[in-house]
């Protein structure tokens, strides 16, 4: 089925630093959805953008629709242990009842 | 949180042997699903249901089948297990009015011997 490149597969960083993910798609999406996994559990979900050019943020986290409707990006800033997981994106077209996923980004911090 | 919890949270059986996992929310939420997660293969959706009684295939439904009997409950069902079919399941719901994001439960551990 139909997946969206999420980039980069995996990160390794310093407590404090901040941190950049996207995702990218080949189809037109209404909805684009943020999600980090902790190990043993399901998604959470993080941030919700529902126009094209709308800048969310919650907390040190901030997300982007992408103008073109056809990506989205996640920023955190200051970076803490708690960080740690795999971010998830997810895109929504119009009227369709299901979601397309990204792969994941792992995110690992050392202290 | 949309109050979303799944049973068994682990479960080891045998190959050949029928297993359901069950997803009960208490939300009212219209939309319910269930996902497939595997290493290299992120989230994969299984079936869906849109209402009580009306479900639909995902791209992994071979060797699975639900039911929805009432809003708040959704069945998972296999009906003869393989060892392929060893993953971690999970159920996500959404309102199905206006903003339509899923959430998600916590996950079904199963492993087919």
């Known amino acids: 089925g139909q997946q969206l490149n999420q980039s980069p597969q995996s990160m390794f960083i310093q407590e404090g630093e901040d941190v950049s993910m996207n995702c990218t798609s080949s189809?037109?999406?209404?909805?684009w959805l943020w999600y980090k996994q902790d190990p043993g559990e399901g998604p959470v979900l993080l941030i919700a953008?529902?126009?094209?050019?709308e800048l969310t943020s919650n907390g040190r986290l901030t997300a982007q629709f992408g103008i073109t409707r056809k990506d989205s990006f996640l920023n955190i800033s200051a970076s803490i242990p708690s960080d740690v997981g795999i971010y998830f994106c997810?895109?929504?077209?119009?009227?369709?009842?299901?979601?397309?996923f990204g792969q994941g980004t792992r995110l690992t911090i050392n202290p | 949180d949309a109050g979303i919890t799944q049973s068994p949270r682990h479960k080891v059986t045998e190959t050949g042997t029928p297993v359901t996992l069950r997803c009960h929310q208490t939300?009212?939420?219209?939309?319910m699903y269930w996902y497939r997660q595997d290493p290299g293969h992120g989230l994969r959706l299984i079936h869906y249901?849109?209402?009580?009684?009306?479900?639909d295939k995902g791209e992994v439904s071979d060797g699975y089948s639900v039911s929805r009997s009432k809003t708040e409950d959704f069945l998972l069902t296999l009906e003869s297990a393989t060892s392929s079919q060893t993953s971690v399941y999970f159920c996500?719901?959404?309102?199905?009015?206006?903003?339509?994001?899923?959430?998600f439960g916590p996950g079904t551990r199963l492993t087919v011997l």
């Open positions: 189809s037109i999406f209404n909805t």
């Open positions: 996500a719901t959404a309102p199905g009015v206006g903003y339509n994001e899923q959430f």
């Open positions: 249901s849109y209402g009580v009684k009306d479900t």
């Open positions: 939300e009212n939420h219209r939309y």
């Open positions: 953008l529902y126009k094209a050019g």
């Open positions: 997810a895109g929504q077209a119009l009227g369709a009842q299901k979601l397309v």
